[in-house]
């Protein structure tokens, strides 16, 4: 099969495009034919060394952890899933070697949603490691509800893009910080208040308007100080998920009653097929994508470098 692939940490002129053989379903997965995969800044990190304490790798490593596609063999254990089926998926795996940068991937079976009616594979690649991490940050971890408040860093990328509209859609009141360019696209899903963290300091802006505190911090960004900041922004009892680092050290955290923790999005496939039926009720708006094909997955990856990328961006693997 044709994927794209690295054999040692590097730069992004260590990825190959070529042939790779096509993988086995463990007893619990099931063999995936890829119609596209989604691009996330964890791909690039991971294939640059980060997280080596982390992580197991057999070389070489395939990257690319979502997937959409049909599903074209079952694992001896697999009851629930047919061949046929078209599903979407996060193919987290702690042992990196299979990635949805190729022509197939085996994915655990509950990992897996089907593909909504309607729905097409570019739309279906591009959501479900965002929309997981999204939902699990703000709804299960952090509990945002109706007349909440809610800062959602980097509204326009990836995470934010899908963030945004949850929030929304679970009653806050949405800050955001995006360049002036991306006002109108994060305001048409749902952000109250997008502020221009290269003109505003958001910090100054949010406390002015939110004197008692935000309800929830999504900070999505790293640096001593900006993580920081997340906890002196929310009210007492309030609730800061970090999607980079562990909570900094800070006597508040306990003396306010902080609820902090470093999220990593978590596969969970019957958690990520309620998400895809909201997006394909039109309750959540889809993220703008951009697609470039498998080939280019150098050049993908180097899109996601610029962090600049508004929305998602989805290899075209193939028709099927
Ligand atoms: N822990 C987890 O499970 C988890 C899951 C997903 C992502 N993450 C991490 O979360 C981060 C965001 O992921 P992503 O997929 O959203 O990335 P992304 O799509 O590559 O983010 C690109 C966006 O970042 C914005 N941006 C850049 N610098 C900014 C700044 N200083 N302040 C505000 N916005 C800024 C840009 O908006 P403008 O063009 O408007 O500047 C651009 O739209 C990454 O570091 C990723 O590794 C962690």
Redesign the pocket.
């Known amino acids: 099969m044709k994927a794209v692939y690295y054999s040692e940490f590097g730069g992004v002129d260590v990825l190959e495009y070529g042939e790779r053989p096509i993988p086995e379903p463990g007893p619990d997965e099931v063999l995936v034919k890829v119609a596209a995969a989604g691009v ?3 791909d690039r ?1 991971l294939r640059a060394g980060e997280l080596s304490d982390f992580f197991q790798r057999e070389w070489p490593i395939i990257p690319g952890w979502d997937v959409s596609g049909r599903i074209v063999g079952l694992g001896s254990d697999v009851s629930t899933w047919e061949e046929g089926q078209d599903v979407v998926g996060l193919a987290f795996t702690w042992t990196l070697h299979h990635g949805s940068y190729a022509e197939y991937i085996v994915v655990d079976a509950s990992s897996i949603a089907a593909l909504p009616d309607g729905m097409d594979h570019i739309a279906g690649a591009a959501l479900p ?2 929309s997981l ?1 999204a939902w699990q940050s703000l709804h299960e971890f952090s509990g945002l509800k109706q007349g909440q408040s809610v800062l959602v ?2 509204g ?5 893009s899908v963030a945004v509209p949850m929030a929304k859609h679970l009653g806050a009141k949405v800050y955001t ?3 002036t360019e ?1 006002f109108d696209y994060v305001a048409a899903r749902g952000a109250d208040h997008p502020i221009d ?1 290269t003109k505003e300091n958001y910090i100054g802006v949010i406390s002015q308007h939110e004197p008692g505190g935000l309800d929830v911090v999504l900070e ?2 790293t640096g001593e100080e900006v993580i920081r900041d997340s906890i002196r922004l929310v009210k007492d009892g309030g609730s800061v998920p970090y ?2 680092n562990e909570p900094p050290e800070m006597d508040e955290i306990a003396t306010r009653k902080i609820n902090t923790t470093f ?3 978590r596969p969970d496939g019957a958690m990520l097929g309620e998400l895809m039926n909201l997006f394909a009720a039109g309750r959540l708006p889809l993220p703008s994508i951009s697609t470039m094909p498998l080939s280019d997955g150098k050049a993908a990856q180097l899109q ?1 470098e610029s ?4 929305g998602k961006l989805v290899l075209s693997v193939q028709d099927i």
């Open positions: 996330n800044p964890i990190r490691l965002v991490t860093q980097a326009a990328g990836g995470v934010g910080t995006t360049r991306n963290y999505s960004m999607l980079n999220i990593h999005h996601s962090m600049t990328t508004k």
